[in-house]
């Protein structure tokens, strides 16, 4: 888990300006716990966000 969160975390800041405001929320939801990022980043095109996670997908972007 921690792994993940790292990237997501990183991939909202590798992938947003500057100037850009980044989210991180955290909710206890006494089952579960829910953990959201959100950024003003460019994204991932939408032809590409059905083979997000295949080992050998082509999403891939270079950072800002």
């Known amino acids: ?3 993940v969160f790292s990237n997501l975390i990183s991939n909202a800041i590798k ?12 909710k206890d939801n006494q089952d ?3 953990f959201e990022v959100s950024d003003e980043g460019m ?3 939408k032809d590409l966000l059905g083979s997000l ?3 050998f997908s ?3 972007r270079s950072g800002t």
Do not use: L, N
């Open 1 to 3: 888990m921690i792994r």
């Open 15 to 26: 992938f947003s300006d500057r100037d850009k405001i980044i989210k991180i929320k955290v």
């Open 32 to 34: 579960f716990v829910s």
């Open 43 to 45: 994204g991932i095109p």
């Open 53 to 55: 996670f295949e080992p």
């Open 58 to 60: 082509r999403a891939r």
